[in-house]
T-cell receptor, first 114, second 116 residues
């Protein structure tokens, strides 16, 4: 009964490169949420996706960031032309339905931009 | 918009003693959930305890209990018989209840140290 999987756990990118973060939800879960944790901060909501649909991307920066959750395969958070300010921990959570009481978190991906 | 405030950036407790972490929140809603999450050095977010706002009884999970004061919008976490493994960041979180509600709002966290 695997939990939420995220990979890679650590990712180092130079400024200007692209970062791709992957999230496989728990089995039976079709709702995925991405959160970002900046240093010394709590987690902040970025985007909510269902299979093949972006439901709410109100927390996503307007430029360079995109997310998808295809019919097959993991959800991807993509950051183009990374800058030092993108350095953070990115967490994915999943739930079986939208208004489930709990969201189950993955271990996070720590992105470092050099 | 809802906000969650944790006014104690750091706390420490002696092993086997009791410690209380504070959390206040601001909302105009009457139905919602409150959570405490633990984040150890591994950074994995672990759900510690959950409270439904409509329940008057305070939630408990083994050594963890909450003091939920709805009128005061306060939601503190009490850890009894503290253990070394309790050392972590603790985050208070809020989520609305009902159809279309999914976004968790987190406080900035409290770093708990346990002294042997």
């Amino acid at each position: 009964n695997a939990g939420v999987m995220q990979n890679p756990r650590h990712l180092v990118r130079r400024r200007g490169q692209e970062a791709r973060l992957r999230c496989s939800p728990m089995k039976g879960h079709s709702h995925v949420y991405w959160y970002r944790q900046l240093p010394e901060e709590g987690l902040k909501f970025m985007v909510y996706l269902q299979k093949e649909n972006i439901i709410d991307e109100s927390g996503m920066p307007k430029e360079r960031f995109s997310a998808e959750f295809p019919k097959e395969g993991p959800s991807i958070l993509r950051i183009q032309q990374v800058v030092r300010g993108d350095s953070a921990a990115y967490f994915c959570a999943s739930s079986p339905k939208m208004d489930s009481r709990e969201q189950y978190f993955g271990p996070g991906t720590r992105l470092t931009v050099t | 918009a809802q906000t969650v405030t944790q006014s104690q950036p750091e706390m420490s407790v002696q092993e086997a003693e009791t410690v209380t972490l504070s959390c206040t929140y601001d909302t105009s809603e009457s139905d919602y959930y409150l959570f405490w999450y633990k984040q150890p050095p591994s950074r994995q977010m672990i759900l510690v305890i959950r409270q439904e706002a409509y329940k008057q009884q305070n939630a408990t999970e083994n050594r963890f209990s909450v003091n939920f004061q709805k009128a005061a919008k306060s939601f503190s976490l009490k850890i009894s018989d503290s253990q070394l493994g309790d050392a972590a960041m603790y985050f208070c979180a809020y989520r609305s209840e009902g159809a279309g509600s999914y976004q968790l709002t987190f406080g900035k966290g409290t770093k708990l140290s346990v002294i042997p």
